[in-house]
């Protein structure tokens, strides 16, 4: 039976997926996570216990490779940019398959992404750094309007701000250094936490790529659709849609350029996530993370295999960190979609309203609602998760896309006020 290491936070929601991946497939998943250290296996999973602040990534990589001395992994997995950190040190030493850890590092981190692909000579927005706290006023004359604001090392669009004129960057430049002074991030440490970007605003459509490297080679599951127009002055993602209604020749040229920013950070192994903006000067790569898609979207993701057998995404991927190839594997259904449920303001969940109406909606297939009642939820800029995830089936996209609209228009949510301590 094969062994395959799962780097991941404790709560992450793709552990149970590759959890029941590996049972499929009879392959022996050891986990390692977040958990608490000093409880004996409080989450019953017999995790290897690390932690993912950047002055305790050696320790855990000791940890991990002290804990499987006996009994080698044949492969790593990660979910999440920090565990994925963490994965490829600990492949590297192991001499498992994976990209190289500092090339990791730099695609987890915007301003190494942005510095590499320019000196890659690929299509790239001005951009700049700033420390976190540098006066607001020495800012403006190293920007042009429009542009937007970024922390370096957070997911999910947490943070991420457009700004058109002066004054609302400057809003924008208080909100960011808001998210960064997160008691979560210091609880970090990461220098790179310390600053933030300033880059050019891109416009048009927004797509994104799931796929895997073998040896630097880009085997490309699929291509997502984001029709929501991400225009700012937030960047909330909500609809994903595959297939996309890119033609098949610019499909093959999304492809490329994905590829050539994967050989540009240095990824060469192992899972990818690419985010691209499409316009008229062509396609520029905004970044290329080492990891499968987050959250419950992997489910949107089915393939039939050489022998005829479905798949899960989770499935393949265990099947190409075992070094079994991936290339018969193709993506199953006509079309799929997914909504991932945006906060509609801050406060305390509740409950949610219309369950059953909005999974009655043809083409529906899921609706998974991941929020916990009492726990505090933020939109963005400040917040970084969903309140659920709704999934739809049809045979066109754009039945998918209708599907997943209805469906949450049929939903409401009751959210308290936070009260805020003082």
């Given amino acids: 039976?094969?062994?395959?290491?799962?780097?991941?936070?404790?709560?992450?929601?793709?552990?149970?997926?590759?959890?029941?991946?590996?049972?499929?497939?009879?392959?022996?998943?050891?986990?390692?996570?977040?958990?608490?250290?000093?409880?004996?296996?409080?989450?019953?999973?017999?995790?290897?216990?690390?932690?993912?602040?950047?002055?305790?990534?050696?320790?855990?990589?000791?940890?991990?490779?002290?804990?499987?001395?006996?009994?080698?992994?044949?492969?790593?997995?990660?979910?999440?940019?920090?565990?994925?950190?963490?994965?490829?040190?600990?492949?590297?030493?192991?001499?498992?398959?994976?990209?190289?850890?500092?090339?990791?590092?730099?695609?987890?981190?915007?301003?190494?992404?942005?510095?590499?692909?320019?000196?890659?000579?690929?299509?790239?927005?001005?951009?700049?750094?700033?420390?976190?706290?540098?006066?607001?006023?020495?800012?403006?004359?190293?920007?042009?309007?429009?542009?937007?604001?970024?922390?370096?090392?957070?997911?999910?669009?947490?943070?991420?701000?457009?700004?058109?004129?002066?004054?609302?960057?400057?809003?924008?430049?208080?909100?960011?250094?808001?998210?960064?002074?997160?008691?979560?991030?210091?609880?970090?440490?990461?220098t790179a936490d310390m600053e933030f970007l300033a880059e050019e605003y891109l416009p048009g459509r927004e797509v994104a790529v799931e796929g895997v490297l073998t040896d630097g080679g880009l085997v490309t599951f699929a291509i997502f659709d984001k029709p929501d127009p991400l225009e700012g002055p937030f960047f909330e993602e909500t609809i994903y849609v595959t297939p996309p209604t890119l033609s098949a020749e610019s499909q093959v040229g999304v492809a490329q350029a994905v590829a050539r920013a994967a050989t540009a950070l240095g990824l060469t192994g192992g899972p990818v996530h690419a985010e691209c903006r499409i316009n008229d000067v062509g396609v520029f790569v905004l970044e290329v993370a080492a990891r499968p898609i987050g959250g419950l979207c992997s489910k949107t993701l089915r393939f039939r295999g050489p022998s005829g057998a479905t798949a899960s995404l989770e499935e393949v991927l265990l099947r190409h960190a075992t070094r079994e190839s991936v290339a018969g594997y193709q993506r199953e259904e006509p079309a799929a979609g997914v909504m991932m449920i945006p906060i509609p303001r801050d406060g305390l969940y509740k409950r949610v309203g219309g369950l059953e109406e909005a999974r009655e909606v043809g083409w529906v297939e899921e609706i998974t609602i991941t929020a916990k009642t009492d726990q505090r939820i933020r939109p963005l800029p400040e917040g970084a998760s969903y309140l659920g995830f709704i999934f739809a089936r049809a045979p066109r996209s754009n039945q998918v896309i209708e599907a997943l609209r209805n469906a949450h228009e049929r939903l409401t949510f009751d959210i308290e006020p936070a009260i805020l301590v003082l």
Wanted: with cysteine; charged share 25%.
């Fill in 1 to 190: 039976m094969s062994r395959v290491l799962l780097v991941a936070a404790t709560t992450g929601y793709q552990v149970r997926s590759f959890d029941e991946a590996a049972k499929r497939r009879g392959v022996e998943l050891v986990l390692a996570t977040d958990r608490c250290h000093v409880l004996d296996d409080p989450w019953r999973d017999r995790a290897i216990p690390i932690r993912f602040g950047a002055d305790e990534e050696a320790a855990s990589v000791r940890a991990v490779v002290d804990a499987v001395t006996e009994r080698p992994l044949d492969g790593v997995l990660s979910v999440g940019d920090r565990p994925a950190i963490i994965a490829a040190a600990i492949a590297e030493a192991l001499s498992l398959p994976s990209s190289p850890a500092r090339a990791v590092r730099a695609a987890g981190n915007k301003l190494l992404t942005r510095t590499r692909f320019r000196d890659a000579g690929l299509p790239s927005p001005w951009f700049t750094p700033f420390g976190r706290d540098e006066p607001a006023l020495t800012l403006l004359p190293r920007v042009t309007f429009p542009c937007v604001i970024k922390p370096l090392t957070l997911a999910a669009s947490q943070g991420v701000m457009r700004a058109d004129t002066p004054d609302q960057f400057d809003t924008a430049v208080a909100r960011v250094r808001g998210v960064l002074d997160n008691s979560d991030l210091r609880v970090r440490r990461d």
